[in-house]
């Protein structure tokens, strides 16, 4: 198992802790990483909103590194991976694909269609297996009731990203029974975090940050797990501002995927980063480490 | 229960309600009145396009040549040249209202063949016309503000001295009753197509305006000329747009073959509607059908045409037939569609009732004659809307508000009382099935005396059995329950004028074709049928066939 | 086959709270949730309610919540929902106060439909009858208009914007795809005015980008599409005097001076006001203790010059 490891932004800046435990991992579970140093940032839909042919030019020279390598592509990010996956689809269209490539022929060279983008929550399940992580498991989550939260991206819109169910998504779930945790059932499982709009509206964002924590919490969860960076920050970081927004206290720690993975796999708590999640992630590190 | 007043009351909100109200002179205050939010209503389900003589090189007498061709010479000519003559106009101004029509290389709006044309002058938006169409007269609607009392159900006309006065309806949300006065009032409530059990036709095409009219004393013309459209589907009696056929889609049988060579050679799959439906059903009668369906092909029109050209139908034939056309074949039969007939009419949309006007679909003034060609109801909806409209505005000039009197308010209620105090009997929805059952296979594309006979007495039967409906929704917040009872009371009206039209007629015209007389009769049958209230049924008559220019002559294609 | 259906129920104005029934069914296997509906009311209980007429997609009356997916009851088949869900559980739609059963009170959605101005508006007068022309439209205006046209105002995307369950004032993904609608129609001659009008709160800007809209919309109109397109165009308006554009513009130059995302850099560029920034600084030093806070400045990434040259190119049409 290897692959281009497309690290995107925020593994790299405000969640240092997503790219150290993805390291962490990735090496316990015998995955090979090559990290794509020159990629840029997917945009983030973001750059598409204005430009949508540069974001997309941006996403084909991203996977014609990976190509270079003659590597799939590994995210660890929610957003990203939407954004890849919708590229990767709008660039399996000949006349679309001849046009961006002539846009990134200096740029970074040219994009057959050949290297495909895949999130960690999907390589685990399909190229690792969960029967193997199951084996790999050390330290069981026996007894964490975990909340799974998707974020957007990852799940919608499902023309694009085809992994999962939109409405009742499985895989993390899996991975939570796979670790020994028991999973959580809410609503807002599926929901959104409001990132996009935490500048713009930062009171509907941190509505919907507390109601979504609040049903988790209520519903049992002693911890979220999240694939996407934004989400976590959204979650995380924020949640000062969404308990003063839900006048309610709050302090659900928010764990990065590998996060969880790596506790069950038995790494240090420092090697995941743990000790960098704003909210306070010892009540669920000191039952397990 | 209380009242309301306007000057004039458009009673549907569909494409001729709504086109009737947006000519009502400004200063003038008009109402419309409508079962279903306007955007709800059937004009939406209008798929293949609209017929106009935008051409230099067509002209509307061609077109107006077409349609009483079509009409097996049972139309008005008159009446169908004021609606060619005026469609180009009328179209033209949908689109400047609008209306998003698909363009042509030379940037007018585009055109494709349909059926029974000489000339390729169907208008379209993709493949829903009637949505693009209905869409945007609601969008003009809501620019000017107009009053729409949304869900309220006509239960009667208010009819005083011989004089249409306004109606009665039931607010369906607060289950109140109004009685609505009115200086005139135009019906606009389009078809009866759920007096069959397979239908095209949306769940609210009950007839609800014609029964209401009928029983008023207003005669319906007409009614035994119920249009089936060669291509719904099987599960569901869903319409597949003839714009299939105009785009090149072919009709074949169980052995393969394009079996409309023996039929209509020359137009073969683009005759008339009732050419292809008797053609379709006597190929499945005959055994060779496939499951009681033909085969609709388009496979060879290739993924991108029927992606650019027909993505409805595609979306419908995968989700309610499992097939998709750019594959594989859709199986497709013949289904109740559109009613020629209707509430007596003329050129201007007034019925012989005093202050009634009638205009689209519910009425019969008549176009269409005994069988409709494609593009030619849509059509008639926008002209013959203007025109109800223009036509009012004459009317009511100088006239006083009636005053009708407050029993016609009690009297609805009453019977709405007395049906809602049964405690047990026999349930709409079963009764409605039975009907529809015994409609599809006695009174559909081929008819014979004694099975109509048989109808006959089963539809009166089932409207008696009607009148003593069990309601089980005792409420009067949102009591759809009890509308569907009316409205079925409404079908079983109908349908009696349909079986007896069918029955008396000994001939065959257009989409009414009885095996046991086979031929066009000129001579006897070149007239209208007309059907008025009795408590007993129908009672027949019949009127003059108004001829311009085009003489009658033996009809193929 | 033999089916269990929950339905959410209730009538407000004649005091029946809002509950839930369980009926069995035989049904055929083809059969859709609208049909199952109408075999209840019509042999079960009459006073199930719920409004419904084509049957096929194209009315808009159906549109409910399946198995808390909002979207049309009657291009829903029965078989396919037990098989993702193990259920079939039907709700009215959300948003909207409920009138009875699956029946609620559409007036929150046109309202908002409304407030857009949902009609083409032209300079000059109506045509004269008869009228001897149409305006000529190039097919590819045409089809700029296709999503959005499509639309059939179910209320499926209204009744699952994220946006809209917790601010009342947002207008919605179908009055903004309709929106567009018009921005995009060369007919229309209030292009400016539509943009400059939904600029501000409650309008494009205020969308948070979920998809849900896009997922649930049973025509595949695409309003979140839509919204973004209104974004772009309100931008090349020179309409930039919004958060919301300067996080867009902000955010290509961060990018294209790093090749990546600063995020430390975007809340400084955000809120100029240093009073602003200042009740951050708790939170920013919490931060930095912690090694979140990326550095102000960043060296790019390798090969950062051919991303700027992605993002400097001279562009065509798009």
Same mark, same amino acid.
């Given at each position: 198992m290897r692959y281009a490891y497309y690290t995107g932004c925020a593994a790299k800046g405000v969640c240092p802790e997503l790219h150290e435990s993805t390291l962490a991992v990735a090496k316990a579970l015998g995955m090979e990483l090559v990290e794509l140093t020159a990629s840029s940032c997917c945009g983030a839909g973001v750059i598409g909103e204005l430009e949508h042919d540069t974001q997309l030019a941006m996403n084909a020279r991203n996977l014609a590194l990976a190509e270079n390598l003659g590597l799939d592509m590994m995210t660890v990010c929610g957003t990203c991976q939407g954004v890849l996956s919708r590229a990767h689809k709008e660039l399996s269209d000949t006349a679309t694909r001849e046009r961006i490539n002539q846009v990134i022929a200096e740029a970074g060279g040219i994009y057959d269609g050949r290297a495909t983008p895949k999130h960690l929550l999907w390589v685990l399940i399909? %190229? =690792?297996?969960?029967?193997?992580?199951?084996?790999?498991?050390?330290?069981?989550?026996?007894?964490?009731?975990?909340?799974?939260?998707?974020? $957007?991206?990852?799940?919608?819109?499902? %023309?694009?990203?085809?992994?999962?169910?939109?409405?009742?998504?499985?895989?993390?779930?899996?991975?939570?029974?796979?670790?020994?945790?028991?999973?959580? %059932?809410?609503?807002?499982?599926?929901? $959104? $975090?409001?990132?996009? #709009?935490?500048?713009?509206?930062?009171?509907?964002?941190?509505?919907?940050?507390?109601?979504?924590?609040?049903?988790?919490?209520?519903?049992?969860?002693?911890?979220? =797990?999240?694939?996407?960076?934004? $989400?976590?920050?959204?979650? %995380? #970081?924020?949640?000062?501002?969404?308990?003063?927004?839900?006048?309610?206290? #709050?302090?659900?720690?928010?764990?990065?995927?590998?996060?969880?993975?790596?506790?069950?796999?038995?790494?240090?708590?420092?090697a995941l980063g743990l000790q960098r999640n704003m909210v306070d992630t010892s009540p669920v590190v000191a039952q397990f480490a | 229960m209380h009242q309301v007043s306007h000057d004039v009351l458009i009673i549907g909100a569909g494409l001729t309600g709504m086109r009737a109200a947006l000519e009502i002179a400004p200063g003038v205050d008009v109402a419309v009145l409508s079962k279903v939010h306007p955007v709800r209503s059937h004009s939406g389900a209008a798929q293949g396009g609209i017929n106009a003589a935008l051409r230099e090189d067509d002209s509307w007498e061609n077109h107006a040549f077409d349609t009483v061709k079509g009409s097996d010479y049972l139309g008005d000519q008159d009446a169908i040249e004021i609606m060619c003559r005026e469609a180009p106009s009328?179209?033209?101004?949908?689109?400047?209202?609008?209306?998003?029509?698909?363009?042509?290389?030379?940037?007018?709006?585009?055109?494709?063949?349909?059926?029974?044309? +000489?000339?390729?002058?169907?208008?379209?938006?993709?493949?829903?016309?009637?949505?693009?169409?209905?869409?945007?007269?609601?969008?003009?609607?809501?620019?000017?503000?107009?009053?729409?009392?949304?869900?309220?159900?006509?239960?009667?006309?208010?009819?005083?001295?011989?004089?249409?006065?306004?109606?009665?309806?039931?607010?369906?949300?607060?289950?109140?009753?109004?009685?609505?006065?009115?200086?005139?009032?135009?019906?606009?409530?389009?078809?009866?197509?759920? &007096?069959?059990?397979?239908?095209?036709?949306?769940?609210?095409?009950?007839?609800?305006?014609?029964?209401?009219?009928?029983?008023?004393?207003?005669?319906?013309?007409?009614?035994?000329?119920?249009?089936?459209?060669?291509?719904?589907?099987?599960?569901?009696?869903?319409?597949?747009?003839?714009?299939?056929?105009?785009?090149?889609?072919?009709?074949?049988?169980?052995?393969?073959?394009?079996?409309?060579?023996?039929?209509?050679?020359?137009?073969?799959?683009?005759?008339?509607?009732? &050419?292809?439906?008797?053609?379709?059903?006597?190929?499945?009668?005959?055994?060779?059908?496939?499951?009681?369906?033909?085969?609709?092909?388009?496979?060879?029109?290739?993924?991108?045409?029927?992606?650019?050209?027909?993505?409805?139908?595609?979306?419908?034939?995968?989700?309610?037939?499992?097939?998709?056309?750019?594959?594989?074949?859709?199986?497709?039969?013949?289904?109740?569609?559109?009613?020629?007939?209707?509430?007596?009419?003329?050129?201007?949309?007034?019925?012989?009732?005093?202050?009634?006007?009638?205009? +689209?679909?519910?009425?019969?003034?008549?176009?269409?004659?005994?069988?409709?060609?494609?593009?030619?109801?849509?059509?008639?909806?926008?002209?013959?809307?203007?025109?109800?409209?223009?036509?009012?505005?004459?009317?009511?000039?100088?006239?006083?508000?009636?005053?009708?009197?407050?029993?016609?308010?009690?009297?609805?209620?009453?019977?709405?009382?007395?049906l809602l105090d049964h405690p047990t009997g026999e349930r709409a929805g079963a009764l409605r099935r039975e009907l529809g059952t015994v409609m599809n296979r006695s009174v559909g594309v081929f008819r014979t005396r004694d099975v109509l006979a048989e109808a006959d007495r089963v539809a009166a039967r089932i409207a008696r059995r009607a009148q003593r409906l069990w309601v089980m929704d005792k409420g009067r917040t949102f009591n759809t329950d009890l509308m569907e009872a009316l409205e079925f009371q409404n079908v079983t009206a109908l349908a009696r004028t349909i079986v007896a039209g069918a029955l008396a007629r000994e001939e065959s015209r257009g989409a009414h074709f009885r095996q046991d007389f086979p031929r066009r009769d000129d001579a006897k049958w070149m007239r209208h049928t007309l059907a008025e209230y009795t408590p007993d049924g129908p009672k027949l008559s019949y009127g003059e066939v108004r001829k311009t220019k085009y003489e009658p002559t033996e009809r193929s294609y | 086959m033999r089916v269990e259906i929950e339905i959410e129920r209730g009538c407000p104005a004649e005091g029946v709270e809002t509950h839930r029934e369980r009926f069995r069914v035989e049904v055929p296997r083809h059969v859709t949730v609208l049909d199952t509906l109408i075999q209840i009311k019509d042999d079960l209980d009459g006073t199930l309610t719920f409004r419904r007429s084509c049957r096929s997609a194209i009315c808009g009356s159906c549109a409910m919540r399946i198995n808390g997916r909002s979207g049309l009851a009657c291009d829903t088949l029965v078989e396919s929902e037990l098989r993702r869900f193990g259920h079939l559980l039907i709700q009215p739609l959300a948003q909207m106060p409920v009138t009875k059963d699956l029946a609620v009170q559409m007036a929150p959605f046109w309202r908002r439909v409304r407030a857009v101005k949902p009609w083409v508006t032209k300079d000059g007068e109506e045509p004269s009858w008869p009228v001897e022309r149409e305006s000529l439209m190039e097919q590819h205006h045409v089809e700029e208009m296709d999503d959005a046209s499509r639309c059939i105002m179910c209320m499926a995307c209204f009744s699952a914007c994220e946006v809209a369950t917790v601010d009342e004032r947002f207008l919605g993904p179908a009055a903004l795809a309709k929106a567009y609608r018009f921005v995009a129609d060369p007919r229309d001659s209030e292009r400016t005015e539509r943009l400059t009008a939904l600029n501000g709160s409650g309008g494009y800007w205020d969308c948070t980008r979920c998809n849900q809209c896009v997922e649930a919309c049973p025509k595949d109109v695409k309003p979140m599409e839509a919204i973004v397109n209104l974004r772009r165009d309100a931008i090349r308006a020179g309409l930039t005097d919004t958060i919301g554009s300067r996080h867009i513009t902000e955010f290509i130059s961060?990018?294209?001076?790093?090749?990546?995302?600063?995020?430390?850099?975007?809340?400084?560029?955000?809120?100029?006001?240093?009073?602003?920034?200042?009740?951050?600084?708790?939170?920013?030093?919490?931060?930095?203790?912690?090694?979140?806070?990326?550095?102000?400045?960043?060296?790019?990434?390798?090969?950062?010059?051919?991303?700027?040259?992605?993002?400097?190119?001279?562009k065509g049409s798009t």
């Open positions: 399909q %190229d =690792v297996g969960l029967a193997r992580l199951e084996q790999k498991v050390v330290r069981p989550l026996t007894g964490l009731k975990v909340g799974p939260f998707y974020g $957007c991206y990852i799940l919608r819109p499902s %023309d694009y990203l085809s992994f999962d169910d939109p409405y009742n998504p499985k895989s993390l779930e899996q991975v939570i029974r796979a670790l020994g945790a028991e999973p959580v %059932d809410y609503s807002g499982r599926t929901k $959104c $975090c409001g990132f996009p #709009i935490v500048l713009e509206q930062e009171q509907n964002a941190m509505r919907m940050v507390g109601t979504n924590l609040l049903e988790a919490q209520d519903n049992g969860a002693d911890c979220l =797990v999240t694939p996407c960076p934004l $989400c976590h920050m959204n979650l %995380d #970081i924020y949640q000062t501002r969404a308990e003063k927004e839900m006048r309610r206290p #709050i302090g659900l720690p928010i764990l990065h995927l590998p996060q969880l993975v790596g506790l069950a796999l038995g790494l240090r708590p420092s | 009328a179209i033209r101004q949908m689109e400047h209202w609008g209306v998003i029509f698909s363009r042509a290389d030379d940037r007018r709006i585009a055109q494709r063949p349909f059926g029974g044309a +000489g000339y390729p002058r169907t208008c379209y938006a993709a493949d829903r016309t009637g949505h693009a169409l209905l869409h945007a007269m609601y969008e003009q609607v809501m620019r000017r503000g107009m009053q729409v009392y949304e869900e309220w159900f006509l239960t009667d006309l208010v009819v005083e001295d011989g004089v249409c006065q306004g109606v009665v309806a039931l607010d369906i949300p607060t289950g109140e009753l109004i009685l609505c006065r009115a200086k005139a009032v135009v019906l606009a409530t389009g078809g009866y197509g759920r &007096v069959y059990r397979t239908s095209s036709n949306g769940l609210v095409n009950t007839g609800d305006g014609m029964a209401v009219a009928y029983r008023a004393g207003a005669p319906l013309t007409d009614m035994e000329f119920v249009q089936f459209h060669p291509t719904t589907l099987k599960s569901n009696g869903v319409l597949i747009t003839e714009g299939s056929r105009g785009e090149g889609g072919v009709l074949i049988n169980a052995k393969g073959e394009r079996f409309m060579t023996k039929y209509a050679p020359h137009a073969m799959e683009l005759a008339s509607r009732d &050419v292809v439906s008797r053609a379709e059903q006597t190929e499945i009668n005959e055994g060779r059908g496939v499951d009681g369906c033909v085969l609709l092909d388009m496979r060879h029109l290739g993924r991108e045409k029927i992606m650019e050209r027909l993505p409805q139908i595609r979306d419908l034939a995968i989700k309610f037939a499992g097939t998709d056309p750019v594959e594989v074949p859709v199986p497709v039969r013949p289904g109740a569609h559109y009613s020629m007939g209707g509430i007596r009419a003329d050129n201007d949309c007034k019925s012989p009732l005093e202050g009634l006007f009638a205009a +689209g679909e519910c009425a019969c003034i008549s176009v269409h004659g005994a069988n409709r060609l494609g593009g030619n109801s849509l059509l008639e909806t926008i002209v013959f809307g203007r025109r109800a409209g223009a036509a009012v505005n004459d009317f009511i000039g100088g006239r006083p508000m009636p005053r009708p009197g407050q029993h016609h308010l009690t009297d609805a209620a009453g019977r709405i009382e007395a | 961060i990018v294209r001076q790093e090749g990546r995302l600063n995020e430390g850099r975007m809340p400084m560029k955000m809120k100029p006001n240093p009073l602003e920034l200042l009740k951050v600084a708790p939170l920013a030093l919490r931060m930095l203790r912690k090694g979140k806070l990326p550095l102000p400045y960043h060296p790019p990434i390798p090969r950062v010059r051919e991303v700027r040259r992605i993002i400097d190119r001279k």
